[in-house]
């Protein structure tokens, strides 16, 4: 049958995290699951025989997955085709003793996320290292810093790489955090109150509770909601597309930037030998990936509205009017989250910079991107700050000009405000305000401390101590 494809997983995402995700893989993890509980009950005194273990453990790996699709035809409960194809594969009929469908399916998607969760880590530390790399190359550089679009004062382009490098690694941290902390459901049957397991091993509650901690070992987690109902709480799932909505924030900021920047040619993508950037203008170098990093994060947002309906609408104990969503959201939002970072990673690997022509266009715009200073040396010069800015506002209506680093003295805003018998700033006195260095204030400090700060959370990332 010839059917759509999902984009996200072909286009955009790796190997690795389609694997995650697989219809095989998800099918194995949960036999993997039925084997770990059977093999638990049994340490804790529940008879089973070895040899039914080791039948179920030799057909694992054995998927058809026509086959599983005809039994659900039938039964019309995914679950159970699931149960029925592997007991029928074993030969047996001695798994799910005590439990209900969702002591599968939930911890097994809840292992598919943190398994996601935490390649969505290594890509963001593989960005991390590349951004910065850039900052300290263009620490130094000079670029004109833009509010509202409009030329305001000068920085440079390895503080504006740290710029959004901050609000990145913040992101990174809160998701580091989200791992290290995050919980499954556990083995609660039908409503979460482990009744039935109680009753399989009759009455010893202190059994059930080990059962439990077993299989989180499984799981390798080392602890479980306390008092989840037949599905854990969706507002978990909304936490974690927020964690990734808010990761995406970053590289969606600095591709518009370097959108913008790429208009006036200051900043460009990469193009290897061979791409194309226009199928009608040969000339043209389309920002093509920072689009499609603009564009993936606006998936991310969608699948966060998506998640944020579903919490806050659980009926009761539980209900499964949050399935369909789920299957579509789940797997997505971590097939577009990691599609954007290796984006990124492409972006920043390739990236072209014109720095002759970011020093050229923070010379367009001097000595006007200077009036702050100039208005605070007039107010140490005993010039009330109002009266000084109205002045400065004056001269900067009447002059539009532009001016060099190199011919400041001759500039009319310069030679105007010297003129005026009320500033109380000569020619010198102005241009001292005007040149004086660092232009770009304390920049190139600000950037020491993001590295700081960048370096000691990669290496917090790679520690050993975390939970796998």
Same mark, same amino acid.
């Given at each position: ?110 292992? #598919? ?7 969505? @880590?290594?890509? %963001?530390?593989?960005? +991390?290292? &590349?951004? =910065?790399? /850039? ?102 799932? #909304? ?7 808010? @990761?995406?924030? %970053?590289?969606?900021? +600095?591709? &518009?930037? =370097?959108? /913008? ?208």
């Amino acid at each position: 049958m010839d059917i759509p494809s999902n984009i996200l997983a072909e286009r955009y995402a790796s190997r690795e995290m389609n694997a995650i995700w697989s219809p095989k893989r998800r099918i194995i993890i949960e036999r993997e699951l039925w084997v770990a509980i059977l093999q638990a009950q049994k340490a804790l005194g529940i008879a089973v025989d070895a040899t039914v273990i080791e039948d179920y453990r030799r057909v694992i790996a054995q998927v058809d997955l026509h086959s599983i699709a005809q039994r659900e035809t039938q039964l019309q409960h995914d679950l159970m085709a699931r149960l029925q194809e592997f007991s029928a594969l074993a030969g047996q009929e001695q798994i799910h003793l005590g439990l209900t469908s969702r002591d599968i399916t939930e911890n097994c998607e809840q292992l #598919l996320i943190l398994e996601s969760l935490r390649l969505i @880590l290594r890509r %963001a530390v593989d960005c +991390l290292k &590349l951004l =910065i790399e /850039l900052v300290i190359r263009y620490r130094n550089t000079p670029l004109v810093a833009r509010t509202h679009n409009m030329p305001a004062q000068p920085t440079t382009l390895g503080r504006r790489l740290a710029m959004r490098g901050e609000e990145y690694l913040i992101a990174s941290n809160d998701l580091l955090a989200l791992i290290s902390g995050y919980q499954f459901r556990g083995i609660k049957g039908a409503v979460g109150t482990q009744s039935d397991l109680l009753e399989l091993f009759e009455g010893d509650e202190q059994r059930v509770q080990q059962l439990e901690e077993r299989v989180l070992q499984h799981l390798q987690r080392q602890g479980a909601l306390c008092v989840s109902g037949q599905i854990y709480p969706r507002s978990l799932d #909304l936490k974690v597309v927020h964690h990734l909505v808010q @990761l995406a924030a %970053a590289p969606a900021s +600095l591709a &518009l930037d =370097i959108r /913008l920047m790429s208009g006036t040619s200051l900043m460009g993508e990469g193009y290897a030998a061979g791409r194309v950037g226009s199928s009608a203008m040969p000339h043209k170098r389309n920002p093509a990936m920072c689009e499609r990093i603009s564009a993936l994060g606006v998936v991310l947002k969608g699948y966060h509205t998506m998640l944020a309906t579903l919490s806050g609408a659980q009926w009761y104990e539980g209900d499964v009017s949050c399935s369909v969503v789920r299957r579509v959201a789940l797997p997505n939002m971590f097939l577009a989250s990691e599609g954007l970072l290796n984006t990124l990673q492409q972006l920043l690997k390739g990236l072209v910079i014109n720095e002759a022509g970011m020093q050229a266009e923070l010379e367009r715009y001097l000595p006007q991107l200077m009036s702050s200073r100039i208005l605070m040396a007039a107010v140490r010069a005993g010039l009330g700050r109002e009266q000084a800015h109205r002045i400065l506002r004056e001269e900067l209506s009447a002059t539009e000009t532009p001016g060099t680093l190199r011919d400041v003295a001759r500039h009319p805003l310069v030679r105007r405000l010297a003129a005026r018998a009320e500033f109380p700033l000569g020619l010198q006195e102005i241009m001292q305000a005007i040149t004086t260095p660092p232009l770009w204030g304390r920049a190139p400090t600000q950037i020491e401390q993001f590295v700081k700060q960048a370096r000691n959370f990669i290496e917090q990332s790679s520690s050993p101590a975390l939970p796998d």
